[in-house]
């Protein structure tokens, strides 16, 4: 009956405001994408701005595409993670609206990957050789960076996991 009484409240309810669903493999995870997209944009030349390092690239753009659609799960909970536990934490820009606005993303990518979890736990987002490695190749490109110009970078490549995000 519970069951029964909380399914009959989300049809009740209204979507959030700009959340879309957005197909991983068998992962159906929505997100308001074009929030993201805002804080990022207010931000995104100042961060740019701050990195030093135009030879080289953490998120390169086609390293997020080219393997099995069931492996996008896994990959987009490991980046978001990614992003959770090395960029945001050292991402310091002494402006406290910028920190503002990247501590909204940080928090709209928590809220993000507790639905990845969600999957992870039903045995929905399971990980390939694939998707692995290819997030092994980021962490190996962020590792090679000190830290916090590796995080200001990878945060400034927003836009190329936003685009891949979107693609689904």
């Known amino acids: ?19 879309r669903f957005f197909q991983f493999g068998p992962c159906s995870i929505s997100m308001n ?13 100042v961060i740019q701005a701050r990195d030093p390092i135009r030879t080289a690239s953490i998120l390169h753009p086609h390293s997020l595409h080219n393997f099995q659609i069931l492996d996008s799960c896994c ?3 490991s980046i978001l ?8 934490r050292h991402c310091e820009t002494g ?12 928090n709209s990518f928590l809220s993000i990957e507790k639905k990845f979890r969600v999957c992870q736990d039903e045995n929905m987002c399971n990980c ?5 490695n290819k997030y092994h190749q980021i962490i ?25 995000l979107e693609a689904y």
């Open 81 to 88: 993670r990614f992003y959770l536990d090395k960029v945001f």
């Open 140 to 164: 190996r490109n962020y590792e090679q960076m000190d830290v916090t110009l590796a995080a200001m970078k990878a945060l400034g490549e927003l836009d190329i996991l936003l685009n891949w």
């Open 128 to 132: 390939g050789e694939e998707a692995i």
């Open 75 to 77: 990959l987009a909970r």
């Open 1 to 19: 009956m519970q069951v029964f009484f909380s399914l009959f409240l989300c049809l009740l309810l209204p979507p959030v405001l700009g959340d």
């Open 33 to 45: 994408i074009h929030e993201i997209r805002d804080g990022f944009g207010t931000i995104k030349k």
């Open 95 to 106: 402006s406290l609206y910028i920190n503002r606005k990247i501590s909204g993303i940080a």
